[in-house]
């Protein structure tokens, strides 16, 4: 089996706000859909959090080392996109746009060989995982009313970020994660602090005093406390936090997030899968992270693509007993066919056909695609 050609798709119409200061719109591209076409009809789907422009341009300079490749010897495609990147950007476009070319052949080896991803990426240690449903923050009334609505729907774990956190005063804070946890109760309960976004104005001090008030209302991670950037901050304001402290979600490569985990700065780490390098990479984080004691719970702020490549990659790691789902995305909820579900205890099931196990909907495709004959043969 070859490779034969690699198609993108930009999804719009529908792209959910991010919290930025310079807010998303809904026709905003910023998640990007890439399939993978082989010789003998196998697709594979992965999808990068990239505008289309920046996901097509990385493409047509990494094409040359994929067409004509056999797609089931994913890791030494993968490796050879990251080395040949090496004078070309790498860890930017081209490192996102290998996150999904990642996912696809992973898909495709799924398929090609029977088997769930999670099998191939080294067993299944579960066989369902518990979502945390990953909201922004907001004015207490639309806030509770949001997560009593989620509540309602079955989830158990929740997340709420960025908005006015960090960047008004210390009482805005407060009041926001009290209204969280009165909304629902003794359920799990994060914070995130948006850090990664431009001009964060949020400091070590600031974050070392957020965190011991975290900690009144039994918060069970605080992410993004600090720019992302600041590795000495993170060490110590983990060092010496009563609450567990999260990121890593913008780091890309596993080169990038060794030292994080070298100096111990995360409890968890939070590679996305459609940024970081795709599958391959966030397995070797995961491991890496195992090996000291640290928590891999991935960034999910994409589409459903990344959900399943996720939903897989917890199936193959021994820590990885939550992923986030961003909840009120037509990109998630409503992109492959059959949509996902909840069980009564508010798990999700990892599935376990072939590849990534789902296929897109031809007519959310045909909705919120740039490209509308993109399709995905399994549909």
Known sequence: MRITR???????GA????????ELRPDDVV???VAVHTDEGITGIGSAFT???LVRGAIDLLLP?????????????????????????RGGALTHATSAI??????????????PVGRLLGGRYRTRVRPYASVLMDEAGPMTENLTELVEQGFTAFKIGWWKFGRVDAATDE???????AAIGDRLLAVDAGGSEGFFPGGLAWAKRTARMLAEYDVAWFEEALAPDDLDGYAELRAGSPVPISGGEVLTRRQSFSPYLRRRAFDIVQPDTTKGGGLSESRRIGWEAQDLGIRLIPHGWNTAIGLAADLQLASALASTDLVEYKT????VDDLVAKGWQLDADGYLGIPSAPGLGVSLDPEAIEKYGTRPAFADPRA
């Not at 792209?15 to 310079?22: F, K």
């Not at 009120?328 to 990109?331: I, V």
């Open 65 to 89: 080392h994929l067409v004509g490749q056999d797609p089931v010897e994913v890791e030494r495609i993968t490796e050879t996109l990251h080395q040949t990147a090496f004078w070309m950007g």
């Open 6 to 12: 690699v198609e993108t798709c930009g999804l719009r």
């Open 51 to 53: 505008t289309e422009t």
């Open 15 to 22: 792209t959910p706000e991010g919290g930025w200061s310079n």
């Open 102 to 115: 990642d996912i696809a052949l992973w898909d495709i080896a799924g398929q090609a060989l029977g088997q």
């Open 175 to 181: 009041r926001t994660v009290a209204a969280a946890r």
């Open 328 to 331: 009120g995305s037509a990109y």
């Open 31 to 33: 998640h990007t859909l």
